[in-house]
């Protein structure tokens, strides 16, 4: 009785490939994500460029700049809709045992109405599923003044896809749009999200997200225009991520610190949001005795979690794009390229 589920299944031996078309969204941009497990960040790029544009041997994250061949880009939705749709294929050639077994595996999955975004709170990436009606004004499309290739993010973006080009000052500036535009978004979310719960959570992710993404912004800033300078000291990774040791690099190089550019009230502030950022990217956000030295900040004790306030993540965004721009006035003023 299970004759033609033999011949089925012999005619399926030796078979490895199956075509599984992914499908471009209306603009013809299609998802892409990070394999360092460390990041998983997810961005679209134009399917167009994808093809002609960027090269098999090497894709960029726009997000952390990690490397690799271009098959290893596929996110966990494709991966799991290549997966259903391989069952539906080969069950549609099998008896229907295997299509039962099948629905039921298919039942288990998720539904392909979400667009997922990974955000990266934490240390590590936390999934937040937004509806599309959510997730599209919080997308900030980019096209790369090296190469010319589209691509799209959700939040900030550093290096281009297909040529790994940091262009600085625009990614900064787009960088910055883009935490804006999220928190802009953010009532559309909260429409979005029937759930309470899952709404006020996912508020929250985008949230410390930004501030987390408003601080790297500024990092990656600094760095860029600090390389330029003619006779810089060496820094260590990661020094313009605390701002006294960024201020004081920079002082070195040009004779001209943060407090030239920030009054101190408006330092204090950065200070404060500086330190909420080690925070959620060290200690999941729980104070410790080094946040209530450092940060001046003395509405928590050691223990409690940060609450991070949209209203202070777009004054953190202010304040550095204030100071970004007298950087970029004072590296002028040094002749640096
Ligand atoms: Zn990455
Ligand atoms: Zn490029």
């Known amino acids: 009785m299970f004759g033609e589920t033999l011949r089925a299944l012999q ?36 399917n167009q460029d994808w093809k002609d544009k960027v090269r098999d041997e090497e894709v960029f994250c726009p997000s952390c700049g990690h490397t690799a061949t271009s098959e290893k880009w596929w996110t966990q939705q494709q991966i799991e809709h290549a997966q259903q749709a391989a069952v539906a294929h080969l069950s549609g050639e099998l008896n229907n045992a295997v ?16 667009i997922s975004i990974t955000m990266k709170v934490n240390q590590r990436p936390t999934q937040v599923l937004l509806p599309p009606a959510a997730a599209e ?42 935490i804006i535009q999220s928190l802009d978004a953010l009532d559309a979310v909260r429409t979005a999200i029937v759930d309470r719960d899952t709404s006020e959570n996912t508020v929250r992710l985008i949230v410390e997200n930004s501030l987390q993404n408003a601080v790297t912004a500024f990092q990656r800033y600094a760095e860029a225009l600090y390389a330029t300078m003619p006779n810089a000291n060496a820094a260590r990774r990661n020094a313009f991520q605390n701002l006294s040791e960024g201020s004081g690099l920079w002082s070195a190089a040009t004779g001209k610190s943060y407090n030239d550019i920030l009054t101190s009230a408006e330092l204090a502030t950065l200070q404060c949001a500086f330190q909420q950022r080690h925070l959620l990217a060290h200690t999941q956000g729980i104070v410790d005795a080094d946040y209530v030295q450092k ?3 003395s509405r928590y004790q050691v223990g409690q979690r940060i609450v991070i306030r949209e209203a202070s993540v777009r004054e953190a965004a202010n304040l550095i794009t204030i100071l970004a721009c007298g950087l970029l006035a004072d590296a002028s003023g040094m002749g640096a390229k």
């Open 137 to 178: 004004p919080m997308r900030l499309k980019i096209t790369c003044p090296a190469c010319a290739c589209h691509y799209a993010v959700i939040g900030a973006a550093f290096f281009c896809p297909s040529c790994g080009y940091n262009a600085a000052d625009q990614q900064f500036t787009q960088t910055v749009a883009g």
């Open 99 to 114: 299509a039962r077994d099948a629905a039921q595996w298919n039942s288990n999955q998720v539904k392909g109405s979400f």
């Open 295 to 297: 940060s001046g900040d």
């Open 11 to 46: 005619a399926m031996e030796g078979r490895t490939q199956l075509s599984i078309p992914i499908e471009d969204d209306v603009e013809g941009y299609f998802d892409r994500e990070c394999p360092s497990e460390e990041c998983l960040f997810q961005f679209k790029i134009l």
